[in-house]
């Protein structure tokens, strides 16, 4: 199947063509046909397998042909992250830049002044967080009832950041007659039970089991010491082709520490975390994206959302404390088909072990353990004649040499002592001797006594 086939614009099929893609992934093949038909969607797959493009691309055919009021949008896209709200209004500049439509981003960290004058303008697309939104709402500074498209994206993590409060005040502002599209890479249970209010008559698409990682992603356990993590780490790093990767840590005093780390090891490293000021967590990434930072230590606020072409690696420095962001985490590379390596370092001892094991029962199989690593200094790769012949020469040559050593020893000593002899004849026997040894006789010899007489 290709792009034409979906039926999308000559307009959207060259924005496409522009960004390099041929062909849809599974995802947009199953999702873009019903989204064009105004039918609500539940969508379930697995990070990285292009679930953005399959609302983005339908969305942008059905808006071209209207135009937005001031302050009421027409569409309204809800991300749980800055980062994720970004990347979608990434994707809608690149598919929508030959039709005539509007967007707004939604964040928190901006300028509220800046994103009322961009609303008071009109705009065809709203993305945003639930926060910044329901802060402007309750302001007057926007309208939600000509919304005609709503999409959650990411709805499991929506949970996970105990966002469905604020999803269920939205929902209630938007009309009741809307189609209702609902992304997530996970199913849990509540999220289906939002979904059977939230959405009618749906068609169901998945292309994967719910929280399974991607077959293109070659993942690696590491059992190492706690105390050795962040050599163990640099091991891994030397022993790999690293291109660029993220590496995970679940605290965010521990990011600083770590970059502070590598950076003396001599890595291009960049930390990210909700620390961060807005401005200057878009300047990092855009710096990772360019090529100018190897190294990106984040938090799991850089998890979702963030798609940079090529990701080679994904460290997680620490076993997340929650399965389904093992999923997330490694999805940010093997994307599009391309083959990417997550390593996971775990200690040997405390939580780590029941966090691996949750994993493990998530995604229904064992963990790959990594023989090399572990805390352990990586050998030199040799071939296996060479290692032979060493392993032989070793155990031949060294005990001969002690040996040696000590013949040579007891050849150097002079023998100083006699030796021993049972001839009685060579042996000169005291006179008046009574205690003799061995075949010597006993008595008085020759030499008789007066007083026995003659």
């Not at 093949?29 to 539940?42: E, F, Q, S």
Request: glycine share 8%.
């Amino acid at each position: 199947m290709s792009f034409e086939d979906l039926g999308l614009s000559p307009e959207i099929l060259k924005a496409i063509s522009e960004c390099g893609y041929t062909e849809p992934t599974p995802i947009q093949a199953k999702a873009i046909p019903p989204i064009l038909m105004t039918r609500d969607v539940l969508g379930l797959a697995q990070t990285g397998t292009g679930k953005t493009a399959s609302f983005i691309l339908p969305m942008i055919e059905v808006l071209a042909g209207g135009q937005a009021k001031a302050r009421m949008p027409r569409s309204l896209v809800l991300a749980p992250t800055r980062e994720l709200a970004a990347q979608v209004a990434d994707n809608f500049d690149q598919y929508g830049k030959y039709l005539k439509l509007n967007k707004a981003l939604l964040v928190g960290g901006e300028s509220v002044m800046e994103q009322k004058k961009v609303l008071d303008k009109g705009v065809d697309v709203l993305i945003a967080t639930p926060g910044r939104l329901l802060d402007l709402f309750e302001r007057g500074s926007i309208l939600l009832n000509d919304i005609k498209i709503l999409v959650i994206d990411e709805a499991d993590r929506m949970l996970d950041m105990g966002f469905i409060p604020d999803i269920e005040k939205i929902i209630a502002m938007v009309p009741p007659l809307r189609q209702t599209l609902l992304f997530s890479a996970t199913m849990p249970k509540e999220i289906k039970g939002l979904a059977d209010k939230l959405l009618s008559n749906p068609k169901e698409v998945s292309v994967a089991p719910p929280a399974s990682p991607a077959e293109t992603v070659r993942q690696s356990l590491v059992w190492t010491p706690k105390n050795r993590k962040r050599d163990t780490l640099n091991e891994i790093i030397k022993q790999e082709d690293v291109k660029n990767a993220f590496v995970f840590c679940n605290r965010k005093r521990d990011i600083d520490g770590l970059a502070e780390w590598l950076t003396k090891k001599g890595y291009s490293v960049a930390p990210l975390h909700g620390d961060m000021p807005q401005t200057k967590r878009y300047e990092t990434l855009e710096r990772f994206k360019a090529g100018k930072v190897t190294l990106l230590i984040c938090s799991d606020v850089a998890a979702r959302g963030l798609d940079v072409a090529g990701m080679s690696h994904v460290f997680n420095y620490d076993v997340p404390m929650h399965a389904d962001d093992y999923i997330h985490r490694i999805g940010r590379t093997g994307r599009a088909g391309m083959k990417g390596t997550a390593f996971t370092l775990a200690a040997t001892g405390g939580d780590d072990i029941k966090f691996v094991k949750s994993i493990e029962y998530l995604i229904k199989k064992p963990l790959p353990v990594e023989k090399l690593g572990a805390g352990k200094q990586a050998p030199q790769k040799q071939a296996p004649q060479k290692q032979a012949a060493q392993k032989q020469d070793t155990q031949q040559k060294k005990p001969p040499q002690k040996q040696e050593r000590r013949v040579s020893e007891k050849k150097a000593q002079p023998e100083t002592q006699p030796k021993k002899s049972r001839d009685v004849s060579q042996k000169s026997v005291p006179k008046n001797q009574d205690k003799v040894q061995g075949d010597d006789v006993a008595g008085f010899g020759d030499e008789v006594p007066d007083f026995f007489g003659r």
